[in-house]
């Protein structure tokens, strides 16, 4: 199935409905038969509207995405006469091109006195909805549109296509019929001159400079290749091949592809024109692997963007930002930091909820720590994916595929065993038992491979990950803080070394405090 889709949107409506309407036509149809972008392809020079109108040109059926703020960037832009948004509709509408408004996010269908005078028509076409419900069946519906409009399109093509081949055949059957008769009109003239007594070679020069009296006035290609094929090395060749010349660069037209140059320059090595189609060919070459890395640029910055947009870590999409300022994500990437910068901190749910927590603790209630996983946090701002409740300390491997979570149960509850998580699944791998007493604070070795706890009952353990084993047990603690417990926040640092250089060369312990009862 042939043709193609142009997708019309305004950057600043809603790019994320019209990146993913983009992506799930992407499974549907061949990567050529896409067009969403034009901005990439206009040079330096050119004439933006007739490039505009070329794409639309070669497209069979326009989706032109409307947000809820599409209306109001058009209102902005109605004096803009470099409107590219208005610009690709009025060419599809004054194409008869078949163009269907997609209305995303809400939004409603414009009214036909909100639209400028040049694509009014727009108003009275039927719209497809996208729902964030519904969103991959409503797609479905589309893409099935599509495939049977495109089918229709590329029947009529053929059919087109055929007439002009007979055409062309039929132009060419009356051309070898003149030619056929002037080659009977020649013969004829060449007899009467031999009976006149003309030599032979005087007779075919009369023949040359008849038949070159004939095409010179009629400007016709093939004329000039049947002229230059019967007499070569006539008088004429040099007037006729330079004729040829002319004709056959100027049915080049004004945008020659690359196999029109360079059949042009297999005929005419050294034309008037060889230089210009030298040019051309490189300028072309050099457009297509300049659209070749737009296109890539364009999936890498996608890809990026991907990967850091449900993310919380503001630090990594101002990276993203940086590295793509005016990539067609910055929008996106600068809201979602104003939205980061304004929502609730952890910090600012202690600081507001710090009296009602401690009145808590003093009525005898269970302390509940404030992580992620807590009800209020998450009705104020949990943008996590996955949740690891009532633990007292926990700890993401070095390579980032599991956690690490010790003292499950809350405070008073808390449990002497170590749990390790999968992240991406939630599954518990492997437990580490071995303290008696809850633990207070874990950590990873640098190569993952081993992992240090500390716990109330007065001891450090070091365990083999890939196992679960304990490898060894460090004691010796201060015997003047005696049997009060720690405090639910223990702060330390351990270096680690693999099992080849020591299990373990040093742990530091800093900022441990007693708790008063």
Request: net charge neutral; hydrophobic share 40%; proline share 4%.
């Amino acid at each position: 199935m042939g043709g193609k889709i142009f997708i019309n949107y305004r950057r600043g409506d809603d790019p994320g409905y019209t990146q993913a309407l983009y992506q799930r036509l992407e499974d549907e149809f061949a990567p050529g038969d896409l067009f969403m972008d034009v901005e990439g392809h206009i040079k330096p020079g050119d004439d933006f509207v007739e490039v505009l109108n070329a794409q639309v040109a070669a497209a069979d059926v326009m989706l032109t995405v409307m947000g809820p703020r599409w209306v109001q960037l058009l209102e902005a832009r109605t004096a803009d006469p470099d409107d590219f948004v208005t610009i690709e509709i009025k060419a599809a509408l004054d194409q008869g091109k078949r163009v269907i408004p997609v209305l995303v996010g809400g939004a409603g269908m414009p009214k036909a006195d909100a639209l400028p005078e040049s694509i009014r028509p727009l108003a009275r076409r039927n719209a497809v909805g996208l729902r964030p419900e519904r969103f991959r069946t409503d797609c479905q519906g589309l893409v099935t549109a599509l495939k049977e409009h495109l089918t229709a399109a590329e029947k009529e093509r053929l059919a087109r296509t055929e007439a002009e081949r007979q055409a062309a055949e039929a132009a060419r059957l009356e051309a070898e019929a003149q030619a056929a008769a002037r080659a009977r009109a020649a013969e004829e003239r060449s007899r009467a001159q031999a009976a006149a007594g003309l030599s032979a070679e005087e007779i075919r020069k009369a023949e040359e400079l008849a038949s070159w009296d004939f095409v010179k006035e009629r400007n016709d290609v093939q004329d000039l290749r049947d002229h230059l094929a019967r007499f070569p090395g006539g008088t004429s060749e040099r007037y006729a091949r330079a004729k040829l010349d002319a004709l056959t660069w100027a049915s080049l037209g004004s945008a020659p592809s690359m196999d029109q140059l360079r059949s042009y320059l297999d005929e005419f090595p050294n034309g008037a024109n060889a230089q210009v189609a030298q040019e051309g060919i490189v300028a072309i070459e050099r457009e297509a692997a300049e659209a070749r890395a737009a296109t890539d640029r364009r999936a890498r910055e996608t890809a990026q963007w991907g990967a850091v947009a449900a993310s919380t870590d503001k630090l990594a999409i101002q990276a993203f930002l940086q590295e793509w300022p005016d990539g067609e994500h910055a929008t996106a990437a600068r809201a979602r930091i104003k939205e980061l910068k304004r929502a609730p901190t952890r910090r600012w749910v202690f600081q507001g909820l710090g009296g009602a927590v401690g009145l808590a603790t003093i009525g005898g209630a269970t302390w509940v720590e404030l992580l992620p996983g807590f009800a209020l946090w998450r009705l104020l701002h949990d943008q996590s994916f996955r949740t690891f409740s009532n633990v007292r300390s926990g700890i993401i491997s070095p390579d980032g595929r599991t956690v690490l979570a010790g003292g499950e149960g809350g405070w008073r509850g808390a449990s002497a065993t170590l749990k390790l998580y999968d992240v991406a699944t939630g599954n518990d791998v492997r437990t580490f038992k071995g303290h008696s007493k809850p633990i207070v604070s874990v950590a990873f070795s640098p190569d993952g491979r081993t992992a240090l706890s500390i716990s109330q009952d007065r001891t450090l353990k070091l365990w083999d990950v890939a196992t679960g084993n304990e490898v060894r047990t460090f004691v010796g603690w201060p015997d003047s803080w005696g049997d009060k417990p720690l405090d639910r926040y223990v702060d330390y640092n351990a270096t680690l070394r693999t099992p080849a250089v020591g299990i373990c060369r040093t742990v530091v312990m800093a900022g441990i405090r007693k708790r008063s009862h």
